[in-house]
Structures are given as C-alpha cells and as structure tokens.
C-alpha cells in the first residue's frame, strides 16, 4: 500500500467512524425523547445537550432495578413506566442529557439496549 493510499485508507475510515458516531447519538437521542413524550407528566418540558452515546457493562440488574424504583418516586414521571427488559450480560448504551420540565431543571442519564431501541432504566438528579 503507497502512503497515499494509506493517507485515503484512514480517513475514509475516521469519517465511517465519525457517521457511526452520529447516528448512534441521533437514535439515542430520538428514542430518548419518546420515552419523555411517553412517560412525563406534564407537556410543558424540553431537552437540552444530549452527550455522546457511549456504552457499559457495569451496571447490574439490582442497579437497573433501583432505578425504575426511584423513578416512580419522581412526580414529574409517570408511576407506571414500562421498560426494555434486561439481562446482566447485555451491554448498555448510555446518554447524559439535561430536562426542563416546568420550572425544574434535572441533569439525567438514560440507559438504552444495545440496539438503541428503547431505554432500560434512567436516573435524574
């Protein structure tokens, strides 16, 4: 391979990396937002500087559990939130995000399947 071709090799491999990257945060971002849409009391909310999507597996199914209980606990939420079930040996994907709803302002982190089809747990602070 001539070092042009190893020139062209890595960037087209860098912007594929860099598209991969951006749909994951722009299906991240949009099944987050229906998951909101779904499952908040109130209308009157909106979204603000979502991270980049990355991925765990540190997070046990007693964690997961802790956190759908808490998120009962939240009167901006629904009490009856149905999750993606989840299995310790899955990889989660995460974003981190910011939600105004009314007058509050919550920093939160959404955990979603590995497929980014929908959110497994979350926690807002």
């Known amino acids: 391979m001539t070092h042009n071709s190893m020139k062209k090799f890595?960037?087209?491999?860098?912007?594929?990396?860099?598209?991969?990257?951006?749909?994951?945060?722009?299906?991240?971002k949009?099944?987050?937002?229906?998951?909101?849409?779904?499952?908040?009391?109130?209308?009157?909310?909106?979204t603000q500087r979502f991270?980049?999507?990355?991925?765990?597996r540190n997070v046990t199914?007693?964690?997961?559990?802790?956190?759908?209980?808490?998120?009962?606990?939240?009167?901006?939420?629904?009490?009856?939130i149905s999750y993606h079930a989840y299995e310790q040996r899955d990889a989660l994907k995460f974003t981190r995000m910011m939600l105004r709803v009314n007058d509050d302002t919550l920093q939160c982190t959404f955990y979603l399947d590995k497929?980014?089809?929908?959110?497994?747990?979350?926690?807002?602070y």
């Not at 890595?10 to 991240?28: D, N, P, R």
């Not at 997961?64 to 901006?76: S, T």
Request: net charge neutral; proline share 1%; glycine share 4%.
């Open 61 to 80: 199914p007693e964690q997961v559990a802790a956190l759908r209980k808490m998120a009962g606990e939240w009167k901006v939420f629904k009490k009856e």
């Open 10 to 28: 890595i960037l087209l491999f860098t912007v594929t990396l860099l598209m991969m990257s951006c749909g994951e945060q722009y299906k991240a």
């Open 51 to 56: 991270s980049d999507v990355d991925s765990t």
């Open 115 to 124: 497929e980014l089809k929908q959110v497994v747990a979350f926690k807002a």
């Open 30 to 46: 949009g099944v987050v937002k229906d998951f909101l849409k779904e499952n908040l009391t109130s209308t009157d909310y909106s």
